[in-house]
C-alpha cells in the first residue's frame, strides 16, 4: 500500500553509451539479464520498493540515453533527482574518462545541492579490465561520490548499489523529508555505520 512508504526517490542512470546503463535497471528491477538490450532511446523509466532499515522506499529510476543525439531531451530529468548512479565499463577506460563529463553536466542540472552520487564500475565479470579498482576509487574519492563494482550478468554489487546509495540519501534529510506524506523521521538507529556493500563498495 502507498500509504506505507516512507517516501519516494527519484534516481538517476548516467554515462556513456553501451556501459550497462539499462542492464543494470532491468536486474534490479526485474531480476532478469538481456544478453541482446538495445541502445535506450530517450529515456526509460522503472519503479522499484526498497525496505530500508524496516521502512519501505519506492525508487522512481530514471534511465537516459548515452547517444550524443538524445541529449537535449535529458535535462528535464534531472530536475529534482535525490540520487545519481555515473556507470562506466571497467573494461573500455573511454567511458571511464568521460565520466568527469558526466559529472559536470550533473552539477550544471542538478536542482539538489545535496544530491548523492554513486560511480559504478560495470562489467567485472569480463576478462580483461582496462580500468582498475584501485583507479577509479582514486577518482571517487577526488569526487566525494561512493564506489561500486558491479555486473549486471552475474548480478554481483547490482543490489548493493541501489541500497547504498538509498541509504546515503535517507540519512541526508533535507534530500527528501519534505516529499514524506507524514513527514517520518528515521533515528538514529536507524542510521547504521556499517555499509550494505558485502564488499563490493567502498564509501569514498
Known amino acids: 500500500m502507498d500509504e506505507d512508504i516512507l517516501t519516494t526517490l ?11 546503463k ?4 532491468l536486474r534490479f528491477t526485474e531480476d532478469n539479464f538481456d ?4 541502445l ?3 529515456v526509460d523509466f522503472k519503479t522499484k520498493k526498497l525496505n530500508i532499515d524496516g521502512s519501505l ?6 534511465d537516459t540515453a548515452g547517444q550524443e543525439r538524445f541529449r537535449t531531451l535529458t535535462p528535464s530529468y534531472y530536475r529534482d533527482a535525490q540520487g545519481a548512479i ?10 571511464f574518462a568521460k565520466l568527469e563529463m558526466w559529472l559536470n553536466e550533473l552539477e550544471t542540472y542538478s536542482t539538489k545541492n545535496d544530491i548523492v552520487k554513486m560511480v559504478v564500475g560495470n562489467k567485472i565479470d569480463v576478462d580483461k579490465r582496462e580500468v582498475s579498482r584501485e583507479e577509479a576509487m582514486r577518482f571517487a574519492k577526488r569526487h566525494h561520490t561512493l564506489y561500486i563494482e558491479a555486473s549486471a550478468k552475474t548480478k554481483d554489487g547490482v543490489q548493493a548499489a541501489f541500497e547504498e546509495l538509498v541509504h546515503k540519501i ?8 519534505s516529499y514524506a506524506l507524514n ?15 558485502a564488499g563490493y563498495c567502498s564509501l569514498v
Open 57 to 62: 522506499v519506492k525508487l522512481a529510476i530514471w
Open 35 to 38: 544478453p541482446e538490450q538495445t
Open 183 to 197: 513527514n517520518i523521521h528515521l533515528g538514529s538507529k536507524d542510521h547504521p555505520n556499517q555499509s550494505s556493500c
Open 86 to 95: 555515473l556507470v562506466f565499463d571497467v573494461s573500455s577506460y573511454a567511458t
Open 40 to 42: 535506450t532511446i530517450g
Open 170 to 177: 535517507i540519512q541526508t534529510p533535507n534530500l527528501w523529508e
Open 22 to 25: 539499462s542492464s543494470l535497471l
Open 10 to 20: 527519484k534516481i538517476l542512470i548516467i554515462g556513456e553509451s553501451g556501459v550497462g
